[in-house]
């Protein structure tokens, strides 16, 4: 257990100091939580700002700009708007399903962060299931949209959670097979162990056509689960209004729209570390400074979020039928046959190595 | 299993939903009744009345000048051609001859009013099927649009700007600069909205062979303007029945004989190319002269009916006025295209699915004070 | 067609134009106007829309009128084809009880045209699948577009 708290090393010795050993990992680990909860809690409300900036830049709008620096503290301003806000709910909603949804989401999303390696160092949990873990974990979620739709008592709410049932369902298929795709070329699911092999060049240039293949469609199906456009049917706001979270309010509602921005974040993090290097640096240059490592696996997460933003400003909403027809007649086939091209790359050497 | 077998073990049910009067799609306070059964429409059922104010009653009460200033409230995108309805009615009814320069200046704005109508129609359509950003490039060509509206006019929107005889006031002398200005800003931006939205593969698969409506149908509705066009319907009143300068200028009539919602749109896109090379002949050209004749303080129509149509951004308004001599109308009805358009909206949606009838609602174009008056 | 050769056709449908109380005139009106007797309505109009020299395909304006005593109906109507027109009248004096044939079997478009004279003005259509109030409340009582409608509180009257 203590291994895989990477991070922990030199504070892991100087709690020691102070407590029996028995009580340290557990004071260890919450510590770790507390951190990771505070550091992803501002990570949310900074990609929703970005967003907003993004947004704006597309359209050609200001975005925020009154609350502080460039509007910097428009989001915080937010939250504590949404903090203050009454709770309010639907008469007849069932009460308890009703309040246990948004957990559900918030939840998934952030146990999801707990194994991402951010720099050599800064890992909180290396498991060896590692993407194994993410599918599985960001699956999750889903079962918080529905709830929240089906507890409602709202049937725009329902639509929308019937809507994200089977969107999540059918997309995960790709995530997973395209990510499998992948898995094919480090022979590990752990995500350290996944990074060491590409410092012989990144995943996407070691697999070159098949890796590329996989690429796209990791990014077609992670927008599609996050709920995002091109794939927001789930809210689809000409349609449904808001769709599942329609008869949230408060902070149970900032759960839900924190979770989304999160669940990007996992998408793109989930993008860096097994199609570009994670935290390694193009070419090497900087891997004599290794905590640079964090700035790399910053700045092509924030590259692949922009691109998902990129995405949701200039493409309009696929309709039901023809979201689930790209995943099943389309995506799934090719997927399928690529994993087959890139096992025969394997399997022939043919892969691309510095 | 048989399918029957599966149809009998999972039943199905029908259930309703209350679109609106507060919903997004429904661009204003229109309520649909929708039946669906999951996410395929069975039946939507309008339930209208929500803004009506009963204009034809007032009108009953005012005096000619007076009603004039009502037709503003009702299709408020397309204010300026609706005031000009009922002034033509009256100069109509009382053989009175406008100048050469009022009727080049009203048809002028008349086209620039349906450019800034089509494109916020354009916006709104993008926002339908999900593409948020059209709102704010159509915005953006629109405010240069109300800019000129405001200097000459006063007011952005509801311009008030005819009268019976003639226009409230002398054009800006910016006016025709301005106007030229835009006319060179829209030419370079009208493409960048084939460029976002027309050529995008997921807004063609969401408006393709969607809410398709025959001409026959389309006659039979009573659809007009862009949405019957789409059918292949030649009902463009500007052409048919020309009033104003409209005589004077050349321009072809946007004729798509597909009846989906795609060539409901490419219709609009192309209204607006016709309607900036309808400014570009007469912006040059306006006549000299008065702005309007003088009529009687207290105007009296002969006794008889007069009917007169035009063409606004939404289809062909009718005004269709009593007289029995008096100052104020016997009766006057509107015929708004609004509600013509909108009664087709259950044949044309139904077996789709929500997404379809919010992506058709928005090719109809419907301005809910123009159906409820 | 000019008016005069719709005028001369539409005589020789009816065996005995009297009866039908058949009217044409042109005074007072760019178009030619035609007033019948309602019970005639439904006949003439089918046959305007169904032959093919008249072929008024395109109803696009249905009005109520209040005319004081009597209480009627005007159809405008416009051949897509041959691109004439022609204005239609009906009124009956029974004002408790307005009925005329309903034309929304001919035309579609006068299913909510036909609902909106009922709910302004009272007046029900014989074989309108779903006549109800369109505009107002369904439990609003009288029909404020006709002459002798008083609301003391909603209307301001100069």
Redesign the interface.
């Known amino acids: 257990m203590y291994s895989s708290l990477i991070i922990t090393n030199n504070i892991h010795s100087w709690v020691l100091s102070l407590m029996p050993a028995a009580v340290t990992g557990i004071t260890e680990m919450m510590m770790i939580a507390m951190i990771y909860l505070t550091v992803f809690a501002v990570l949310g409300l900074f990609l929703v700002l970005m967003e907003r900036k993004v ?1 704006a830049w ?4 200001i975005g925020p700009n009154r609350v502080g620096f460039f509007g910097m503290f428009q989001t915080i301003a937010d939250a504590l708007k949404l903090l203050s806000k009454e709770l309010t709910g639907t008469d007849k909603a069932d009460k308890f399903l009703y309040n246990l949804a948004p957990y559900f989401l918030i939840i998934s999303s952030l146990m999801a962060l707990a194994v991402f390696p951010f720099s050599e160092n800064l890992q909180a949990f290396d498991i060896n299931i590692g993407i194994f873990f993410l599918i599985a974990i960001s699956s999750i979620g889903v079962i918080g949209v529905l709830l929240g739709g089906w507890s409602s008592n709202n ?2 709410a329902l ?1 929308g959670a019937m809507r994200s049932g089977v969107q999540t369902i059918s997309y995960e298929l790709s995530v997973g097979l395209s990510l499998l795709t992948m898995i094919l070329l480090t022979g590990s699911l752990q995500l350290s162990e996944i990074i060491e092999v590409q410092k012989s060049g990144w995943l996407i240039v070691q697999g070159h056509i098949p890796a590329v293949i996989a690429f796209m469609i990791y990014m077609i199906s992670g927008t599609a689960e996050t709920n995002r ?2 794939f ?1 049917m789930v809210e ?6 808001a769709g599942f979270h329609t008869e949230y309010s408060g902070m149970k509602f900032a759960y839900f729209f924190l979770a989304e921005f999160i669940n990007m974040f996992i998408i793109a993090a989930i993008g860096t570390t097994v199609f570009f290097g994670g935290w390694l640096s193009p070419f090497g240059i900087t891997e004599s400074i290794p905590w640079l490592g964090v700035f790399w696996f910053l700045l092509k997460a924030f590259a692949l979020v922009f691109l998902m933003m990129w995405f949701r ?10 979201l689930l027809t790209l995943e099943w007649k389309y995506l799934l086939p090719i997927n399928l046959f690529n994993i087959v091209l890139m096992a025969i790359i394997v399997w022939l050497n043919f892969t691309i190595q510095f | 299993m048989e399918t029957a077998t599966i149809n009998n073990n999972f039943k199905s049910e029908e259930y309703f939903i209350n679109m609106g009067p507060q919903h997004p799609a429904t661009h204003g306070v229109l309520r649909l009744l929708l039946t669906i059964d999951g996410e395929i429409i069975k039946k939507v059922e309008p339930d209208l009345g929500y803004i009506h104010r009963s204009i034809e009653k007032m009108c009953e009460r005012d005096s000619y000048q007076q009603i004039v200033h009502l037709t503003d409230r009702m299709d408020y995108l397309s204010s300026h051609i609706n005031n000009e309805a009922v002034c033509l009615a009256v100069e109509n009814a009382l053989e009175l001859e406008v100048p050469e320069r009022v009727k080049v200046i009203r048809t002028i704005i008349d086209e620039l009013t349906r450019i800034s109508s089509h494109t916020l129609w354009w916006g709104v359509m993008g926002m339908d099927v999900g593409a948020l950003t059209s709102y704010f490039y159509g915005f953006r060509d629109r405010e240069m649009i109300n800019d000129i509206f405001e200097e000459t006019c006063g007011a952005r929107l509801t311009m008030n700007y005819n009268i019976p005889g003639g226009l409230m006031q002398d054009i800006h002398p910016n006016f025709v600069k301005r106007v030229k200005e835009f006319i060179a800003h829209f030419k370079t931006k009208l493409p960048e909205y084939d460029k976002l939205l027309t050529g995008n593969i997921i807004f063609q698969k969401r408006t393709k062979g969607v809410g398709v409506l025959s001409k026959e149908d389309a006659i039979a509705y009573g659809a007009s303007g862009p949405v019957a066009r789409g059918s292949g319907y030649s009902c463009d009143v500007r052409k048919h029945h020309p009033y104003s300068a409209l005589d004077k200028v050349s321009f072809n009539e946007a004729l798509h004989t597909e009846g989906d919602s795609y060539a409901r749109y490419l219709v609009r896109i192309q209204e607006m190319w016709e309607s900036v090379s309808i400014i570009e002949q007469l912006i040059d050209n306006i006549p000299e002269g008065d702005f309007k004749v003088a009529t009687n303080a207290v105007i009296k129509l002969p006794k008889g009916e007069y009917y007169q149509k035009v063409e606004t951004a939404r289809g062909e308004l009718g005004v269709y006025i009593i007289s029995t001599g008096g100052k104020n109308p016997h009766r006057m009805k509107f015929r708004s295209p609004g509600l013509s358009n909108l009664s087709l909206l259950n044949h044309i949606t139904v077996g789709g699915k929500i997404g379809d009838l919010v992506a058709t609602m928005a090719t109809i174009d419907i301005v809910v004070p123009d159906i409820d008056r | 067609m000019t008016n005069q050769e719709i005028k001369e056709l539409i005589t020789t449908w009816f065996s005995g134009p009297e009866s039908a109380h058949l009217e044409f005139t042109e005074e007072g009106s760019q178009f030619l106007n035609l007033s019948i007797d309602p019970e005639y309505l439904h006949e003439l109009m089918s046959w305007l829309k169904t032959n093919n020299k008249t072929s008024f395909d395109y109803l696009f304006c249905l009005t109520g009128v209040d005319w004081g005593k009597e209480l009627g109906v005007v159809y405008h109507l416009e051949s897509t084809s041959h691109r004439h027109i022609i204005v239609v009248k009906v009124q009956t004096s029974d004002r408790e009880n307005p009925v005329f044939d309903s034309v929304q079997d001919i035309w579609p478009t006068a299913n909510f045209h036909e609902r909106e004279v009922f709910d302004l003005f009272g007046i029900k259509f014989k074989g309108h699948p779903n006549l109800k109030r369109l505009f107002m409340p369904e439990d609003w009582e009288g029909f404020p577009l006709r002459k002798d409608y008083e609301d003391e509180v909603n209307m301001v009257v100069k």
Request: hydrophobic share 45%.
């Open positions: 947004a597309f359209q050609l709008r049937k725009f639509i456009a091109p927001d689809a706001e000409s349609e449904l209004g400003w200039t493409f309009p909403r696929l309709r039901v039928d023809q």
